[in-house]
T-cell receptor, first 116, second 110 residues
Framework: DAGVIQSPRHEVTEMGQEVTLRCKPI?????LFWYRQTMMRGLELLIYFNNNVPIDDSGMPEDRFSAKMPNASFSTLKIQPSEPRDSAVYFCASSDSGLAGSNEQFFGPGTRLTVL | RKEVEQDPGPFNVPEGATVAFNCTYS??????FFWYRQDCRKEPKLLMSVYSSGNEDGRFTAQLNRASQYISLLIRDSKLSDSATYLC???????????FGSGTRLQVQP
C-alpha cells in the first residue's frame, strides 16, 4: 500500500513567485496535516483537515499561505507570493480516526522548498 | 518557553552503550505522548507511543511522569542503525495535531 505521496520533492523558486505543494494521503485516512520543518523552529503544524474540512489553521503564518482539500485524496498548500524565509521542508501527514485505526500519523517524504 | 523541550545533543555513544533521552512538556492538558525517529533528510516515523505505566519495545523503553510532565526514552545496546534524531511528541486533549520537540540527535559510533 502506498504511503503519503507528496510532490514535488524539491522546489527552487524565486522570491515573489507562487508555489503549490501537493499531497495525496493514505487511502481511507480522514485526517490530513501540513507541517513545516526548519532548523530554527523545528517541526510546526500549519493546518489540519478532518473529512476535507479545515479544523485548525492557527499555524498558518500569514495570508500568503493557503491550503485546500477538495476531496479525500488530494490537498494543496499554496504560498503566494513566496519569500526567502519560507524556505523549509514541508511535510504532509495523514491518520485514521476509525476504531481500527491507531491514530498514528504517517508522514510523506516532504517537499524541500528553497526560495531565492 | 517551548511547549516541548529536549536536549538537542548530539549524543555520541559507542556501539553497545545505553543512552537516555529526556523531554519535558508544559501543557498539563497533554493527553498522548510519543517518540518519533527522524533520519537525516527523511520524514519522521513513529518509534513508540508512551504510556503512563511505561512500556518497552525490544531495546527501547519509554517512561512518562505526568506529575512532573516528563518523558524519557532509554535505548539499550545501541546499534549503528540507531543513529538518528529522536523527537519527543505530545498531543493535547481535544486536538489531533502533534506538537514536536526540537529533537535530540544520536550518533552511535563503531
Amino acid at each position: 500500500d502506498a504511503g503519503v505521496i507528496q510532490s514535488p520533492r524539491h522546489e527552487v523558486t524565486e522570491m515573489g513567485q507562487e508555489v503549490t505543494l501537493r499531497c495525496k494521503p493514505i487511502s481511507g485516512h480522514d485526517y490530513l496535516f501540513w507541517y513545516r520543518q526548519t532548523m530554527m523552529r523545528g517541526l510546526e503544524l500549519l493546518i489540519y483537515f478532518n473529512n476535507n474540512v479545515p479544523i485548525d489553521d492557527s499555524g498558518m503564518p500569514e495570508d500568503r499561505f493557503s491550503a485546500k482539500m477538495p476531496n479525500a485524496s488530494f490537498s494543496t498548500l499554496k504560498i503566494q507570493p513566496s519569500e526567502p524565509r519560507d524556505s523549509a521542508v514541508y511535510f504532509c501527514a495523514s491518520s485514521d480516526s476509525g476504531l481500527a485505526g491507531s491514530n498514528e500519523q504517517f508522514f510523506g517524504p516532504g517537499t524541500r522548498l528553497t526560495v531565492l | 518557553r517551548k511547549e516541548v523541550e529536549q536536549d538537542p545533543g548530539p549524543f555520541n555513544v559507542p556501539e553497545g552503550a545505553t543512552v537516555a533521552f529526556n523531554c519535558t512538556y508544559s501543557n498539563s492538558a497533554s493527553q498522548s505522548f510519543f517518540w518519533y525517529r527522524q533520519d537525516c533528510r527523511k520524514e519522521p516515523k513513529l518509534l513508540m507511543s508512551v504510556y503512563s505505566s511505561g512500556n518497552e519495545d525490544g531495546r527501547f523503553t519509554a517512561q512518562l511522569n505526568r506529575a512532573s510532565q516528563y518523558i524519557s526514552l532509554l535505548i539499550r545496546d545501541s546499534k549503528l542503525s540507531d543513529s538518528a534524531t529522536y523527537l519527543c511528541v505530545v498531543r493535547d486533549t481535544g486536538r489531533r495535531a502533534l506538537t514536536f520537540g526540537s529533537g535530540t540527535r544520536l550518533q552511535v559510533q563503531p
